[in-house]
C-alpha cells in the first residue's frame, strides 16, 4: 500500500515556507525524498533511517516520526527553482531495497 | 557524472506489437528498477533486480517481463502492448544495501500504444 502524502498540490510565493508530509499505515525503516521537475528524472533529496540518522542536502530538512509512521519535509524561504513534484519512498526495514513511493506533491512557487 | 540513460525518450507503438526499453547505468550498480509514472498514481514498481539475471516483481509486473544479461543493462518487455501501458516509464539504479540506498533515476521514455 502507498504512502499517503498531503496536501497533494499547494501554491505559495517566493521566500514562503512549504511542508509536506508522508504517512504510511506500516512499519518504516526508511523514508526517502525526491524531487521532480516537469519533464525531468526525480533527484534524491534526502533519507531518514528509522534510529535517527540521516543524509541529505544542506539545505533541506526533514522529520521522521518512527512511532507515526510519518515523515515531514521542511522547505523554507522558497525559491522559484523548489518548484516541482515531491516524492516520499518508504522501505520497511533493512535491506529492502525496494521502495514504495506516494502519490506526490506538486509545489508551484511564483514571484 | 553518474548517469542512467533510456533507450528512447518517447516511444509510439500498436497495440499487440512487442516493445523493449533499454536502461543503462555506469555506476556499477548491483540493483536496478523499472517503474511506471502516471498522474495521481505516483511511481510504482513493476520489477526490481539485484544481481545479473536475478529478478523480482515488483506492485504491478502484469503484462511485463525483465531481463539483465549484463550488470549495466535492464531491459523491460511489453510482450503484447495494450493501450492501457501507456504512461512514462522509468529505469533507476542504486548500490547494494547500504544505509542510505540512494536511488538514480534515467530520464525515463513516455511510450503511447494506439
Known amino acids: 500500500q502507498q504512502p499517503v502524502q498531503s496536501p497533494q498540490a499547494v501554491i505559495l510565493r517566493e521566500g514562503e515556507d512549504a511542508v509536506i508530509n508522508c504517512s504510511s499505515s506500516k512499519a518504516l525503516y526508511s523514508v526517502h525524498w525526491y524531487r521532480q521537475k516537469h519533464g525531468e528524472a526525480p533527484v534524491f533529496l534526502m533519507i531518514?533511517?528509522?534510529?535517527?540518522e540521516q543524509k541529505g542536502h544542506e539545505k533541506i530538512s526533514a522529520s521522521f516520526n518512527e512511532k507515526k509512521q510519518q515523515s515531514s519535509l521542511y522547505l523554507t524561504a522558497s525559491q522559484l527553482s523548489y518548484s516541482g513534484t515531491y516524492f516520499c519512498?518508504?522501505?520497511?526495514?533493512?535491506?529492502?531495497?525496494?521502495?514504495?513511493f506516494g502519490t506526490g506533491t506538486r509545489l508551484t512557487i511564483i514571484p | 557524472d553518474v548517469k542512467v540513460t533510456q533507450s528512447s525518450r518517447y516511444l509510439v507503438k500498436r497495440t499487440g506489437e512487442k516493445v523493449f526499453l533499454e536502461c543503462v547505468q555506469d555506476m556499477d550498480h548491483e540493483n536496478m528498477f523499472w517503474y511506471r509514472q502516471d498522474p495521481g498514481l505516483g511511481l510504482r514498481l513493476i520489477y526490481f533486480?539485484?544481481?545479473?539475471?536475478?529478478?523480482e516483481k515488483g506492485d504491478i509486473p502484469e503484462g511485463y517481463s525483465v531481463s539483465r544479461e549484463k550488470k549495466e543493462r535492464f531491459s523491460l518487455i511489453l510482450e503484447s502492448a495494450s493501450t492501457n501501458q501507456t504512461s512514462m516509464y522509468l529505469c533507476?539504479?542504486?548500490?547494494?544495501?547500504?544505509?542510505?540506498?540512494?536511488?538514480?533515476f534515467g530520464p525515463g521514455t513516455r511510450l503511447t500504444v494506439l
Open positions: 531518514l533511517l528509522k534510529g535517527g
Open positions: 519512498g518508504t522501505t520497511p526495514h533493512f535491506g529492502n531495497e525496494k521502495l514504495t
Open positions: 533486480s539485484y544481481d545479473v539475471k536475478m529478478k
Open positions: 533507476a539504479s542504486s548500490p547494494m544495501t547500504s544505509e542510505y540506498n540512494e536511488q538514480f
